[in-house]
């Protein structure tokens, strides 16, 4: 993803502060990080932060928030392509992966930094994330209920194919050896192998 | 695991450092970290870092680099218990996943705080890193010109396999509801179910 300079006038300043504090974040973490770092690299005066945002602690929790709810709103429309929970879940791991695969440097900055966020923020955040856990549950708790999955432990399980995407942000790089879509169907074979789908013995090479 | 404070004199200033230096990145990350903050906290005068480490960035590498290596002689000594494919992934992964439980703030410090390093020390842990890939490469590798393993991409499944390892260490709580022992358990059936191995698919519940 491109960075932010002074030279993209076009973008209003809330999401060039933003872009900038998710790469500031990235590589200084959040603690390491100023306000006027995150100003300065907005092509911005050093207090224009203020302007926008009462603290950098907002402007975290901002990001946090807007991430966490279009990945909601993702994995949510990824199981309402089907009724059938293989399919369900091999949608939502293929989405999930590729986008923590494209964006995932703000994707890291939104799971690494929670622990920087005021209580009441990190709670909003816990509470999403919660939903997002509860949609990847329903569809593994369906999917065992009709007898195509099997697993000993959905809800371990359930953690477990987040958590692989998750850690995607991690490891992914842009001029890496895999795209986003090579990760993100290989990833939905695997996830249809660690709930016991038939889909994903089959799939076998 | 018990944090270190002045009334622990027992142990060695270079290991209070070394303590005092992973609860202090875990919680405000290696740029939000003063080198007095670490001194302080591990019960020393201000300046007593330098007598030990020549600056922040070498506890750091120290810490990654003992780290990293434990990790490698860790899984080589898990593959060392079998000659069967099946066994020495289950094994490694149950142990790669234990130990990331166990020691999950130490693990989150030297996954995430890379970056911080100089480009000397950073080429010192990747090639860790490295050897410890090849390990786990390796054992599927094999697995599939055995014919017990059935993955499309055994590079990438390798790459899955350790990274849902690692990421054990960014959600795991000692005070959460499994216990370490329980997620290495389950893991090593997902990990085998990843590979497509009958073990995996044996174990069905």
Chains 1, 2 share one sequence.
Do not use: C
């Amino acid at each position: 993803m491109p960075l932010v300079t002074s030279s993209t006038p076009a973008l209003d300043a809330r999401t060039r502060l933003a872009r900038a504090a998710v790469e500031a974040f990235s590589t200084r973490g959040f603690h390491g990080t100023t306000t006027r770092d995150i100003s300065t690299a907005a092509g911005m005066s050093p207090a224009a932060l203020y302007v926008h945002h009462r603290s950098k602690e907002e402007l975290l929790f901002e990001l946090a928030h807007v991430g966490h709810q279009r990945v909601l709103d993702m994995v949510r429309a990824s199981v309402a392509t089907s009724d059938d929970p293989v399919e369900q879940l091999g949608t939502l791991v293929e989405d999930f992966v590729r986008d923590h695969a494209l964006v995932h440097t703000g994707a890291r900055v939104i799971n690494y930094e929670l622990a920087a966020l005021s209580a009441e923020h990190l709670a909003e955040i816990v509470a999403i994330r919660h939903d997002i856990d509860e949609v990847v549950r329903d569809v593994i708790d369906r999917g065992v209920a009709a007898g195509v999955f099997h697993t000993p432990d959905p809800h371990m399980t359930a953690l477990a194919v987040l958590s692989l995407g998750i850690d995607v942000a991690r490891w992914f790089r842009d001029e890496g050896r895999w795209s986003p879509d090579q990760v993100a169907v290989h990833y939905r074979l695997l996830a249809l192998r660690m709930v016991g789908a038939a889909g994903g013995l089959e799939a076998r090479a």
